[in-house]
């Protein structure tokens, strides 16, 4: 037979263990300050996309203005104008770049579907403004932010990605070696016909 | 008294069809026994903005003194188009929206959705895949139940303790899922085929401490509330589901088990792989709230034994399948339901595709709005008070109900 109350009791009990508790054991000291002290974010934490550049912020920038992320993007957030030049061909560069941080949800599909390692998650959460429309819409001047910041905030994934792109940078150049290799070979065996048939002419015209 | 102006006729409404809009109920005096009026029936409308129902939920009851005689829940307020929007986007952009169904269960939503499209599109995940889902869709039990019982107990009262214990222990858990997937919440991490990313260095390790310490925070939970007498006479006795009402409503999940019927899809369909690990399914003898608490709670101790289970058995390996498709992935023609025992009970996704990119008809069956629907049954006979822990313990998420 239980005794009247004694659910209670027990209960009360563990309510002081966890207030006594809350002074001295560090597992139960859970909150931090908030402004004053910060949790370390995670690696992994993601905010809102940003673009990368290598060296140049302007002409840096890996977008190549492919559209693709503006496509796949599942609120329709981002803006892309293809630049062209004098005679409208693309420069693979992006003229505009315009993500609408209060419509995008950080779902981080625009850094999955990139095949240029171009957009990257951010990990900066505050984005309070005072302009509640253009403050928001970030353009690519301040989207574009450098590789080696990249490298700050997600370290072990930046140094996957920087040996991706070096190793297709190197197997490029070896393509782009044969290639000049073989149209070389090229031209020099149809300068050699060419020659051939030069001399084949001149001794013909000897011969008469 | 007639209003002075008609705006109606000003405005040129249509006139309504007959019988919408009016209440499908009248509300007559209450007579005693000579035929004398003895007190009216008060209608009240409870929310949309009112704290216990949960979100933006409106139960339109009608009132004996304090006892409900009538039941009508009333939602739509949060309704955002999940559906049309997902017809509209391709097949991988509406895995975030499947984030925001049930928001406190984002990836368990994940896995239905994938598990759909990959019937349809005859992708199988890979083994380290598989794995990684069992162990989030446990985690993600953990979370969902230690939030359920945390706000069941606030319904009754208990403000703040038992919800705050709750909530620390749930955030440890977010903690593991914002070091895996980015996020606490919106995870966004399954994919056709598999996961996005694999674990991080030191992930395991962190979840068996998570895990191994979650048993003593039950234990603690327990003493607090299991055995309290407030809470056991408000909860038992109160809001009996019968069983074959709750078969012929189709409800599912914890609620069907606390009514005593043992249908568990993990145990069912045997989804994933869930036919390697060993565990049980608890049920309820009475169908009360008090068997829905305890049901829940049991429910996290199993989960706790197919996790240890899961961390230690996970294997090697890529995490998503070679066949599976970021870019341009397009399913063949044809027809797939996908269906996991969530949180909450049977979650399925039911696709069309027509070959395009997009799919042609998206629909979701939400445990929440199907559990939701015997609400009244629960509810008539008690008074207004238990309304409140009923529906607490259905536990729906308006994100889910409402789509």
């Known amino acids: ?208 | 008294m007639t209003p002075s102006i008609d705006a109606e006729a000003i405005l040129g409404r249509p006139e309504a069809p007959e019988g919408s809009g009016e209440p499908n109920y009248t509300v007559e005096p209450k007579r005693g026994d000579d035929g004398s009026v003895d007190g009216d029936l008060l209608e009240v409308a409870m929310g949309p903005h009112h704290p216990s129902t949960h979100g933006v939920f409106r139960m339109d009851v009608v009132l004996d003194g304090e006892d409900v005689v009538k039941l009508k829940p009333v939602f739509g307020y949060l309704h955002r188009n999940h559906e049309k929007i997902a017809e509209g986007v391709s097949y991988l952009a509406s895995m975030p929206y499947t984030d925001r169904l049930d928001y406190l269960c984002s990836m368990t939503n994940n896995w239905a959705y994938a598990l759909a499209v990959e019937k349809l599109a005859d992708v199988e995940p890979t083994e380290r895949a598989e794995y990684i889902r069992v162990i989030m869709a446990e985690l993600t039990r953990l979370v969902n139940h230690t939030c359920l019982i945390g706000f069941l107990v606030q319904d009754m009262g208990a403000l703040g303790t038992p919800l705050m214990y709750a909530f620390r222990e749930r955030e440890k858990i977010l903690d593991l899922f914002e070091g895996l997937s980015g996020s606490r919440m919106m995870c966004n991490y399954m994919r056709f085929g598999g996961c996005r990313g694999d674990l991080p260095a030191g992930w395991i390790s962190a979840a068996k401490q998570v895990v191994d310490r979650f048993g003593a925070f039950l234990d603690e939970y327990e003493a607090l509330l299991s055995g309290n007498e407030i809470l056991m006479a408000r909860t038992q006795g109160i809001g009996v589901l019968p069983p074959d009402l709750a078969v012929n409503a189709s409800v599912t999940g914890p609620m069907l088990r606390a009514s005593g019927v043992n249908y568990d899809l993990r145990k069912v369909d045997k989804y994933g792989i869930y036919d390697r690990f060993d565990f049980r399914v608890p049920l309820g003898d009475h169908g009360d709230v008090f068997d829905r608490y305890m049901v829940r709670v049991l429910e996290m101790r199993e989960s706790l034994k197919i996790l240890k289970q899961a961390l230690r058995d996970i294997p090697e390996g890529p995490v998503i399948s070679p066949k599976a498709k970021i870019r341009n992935f397009k399913a063949p023609k044809g027809e797939a339901y996908g269906r996991i025992e969530g949180p909450k009970g049977e979650l399925g996704f039911y696709l069309i595709s027509d070959g395009k990119p997009q799919p042609y008809r998206y629909r979701v069956r939400p445990p929440s709005l199907i559990n939701l629907t015997v609400l009244e049954d629960m509810c008539l006979g008690h008074s207004i008070a238990d309304a409140v822990i009923i529906l607490g313990s259905v536990d729906i998420v308006l994100g889910e109900v409402d789509r």
Do not use: W
């Not at chain 1, 109350?5 to 209960?11: L, N, S, V």
């Open chain 1, 1 to 208: 037979m239980n005794l009247p109350g004694k659910g209670i009791a027990t209960g009360m009990v563990q309510t002081a263990k966890n207030f006594l508790g809350s002074y001295v054991s560090k597992e139960r000291m859970v909150t931090v300050q908030y402004p004053e002290e910060r949790d370390k974010a995670h690696e992994a934490a993601r905010s809102f996309p940003f673009l990368v550049f290598d060296q140049d912020p302007e002409a840096g920038l890996r977008c190549v203005a492919c559209k693709i992320c503006e496509k796949e993007c599942p609120p329709q957030c981002i803006y892309i104008v293809m630049q062209r030049d004098e005679n409208g061909k693309p420069t693979k560069q992006p003229e505009t770049f315009d993500i609408d941080v209060s419509v995008c949800m950080s779902c981080q599909i625009c850094v999955e579907v990139c095949p240029f390692e171009a957009i990257k998650m951010d990990t900066e959460y505050e984005h309070s403004e005072f302009d509640r429309f253009d403050g928001l819409l970030r353009g690519k001047d301040r989207l574009a932010k450098s590789n080696d910041y990249y490298h700050s905030i997600h370290p072990t994934e930046a140094a996957e990605v920087d040996e991706r792109l070096d190793k297709e940078r190197k197997a490029k150049e070896a393509a782009d070696k044969a290639k000049a290799a073989k149209l070389a070979a090229l031209a020099n065996k149809a300068a050699n016909a060419e020659k051939i048939a030069k001399d084949a002419a001149a001794a013909k015209g000897k011969g008469e």
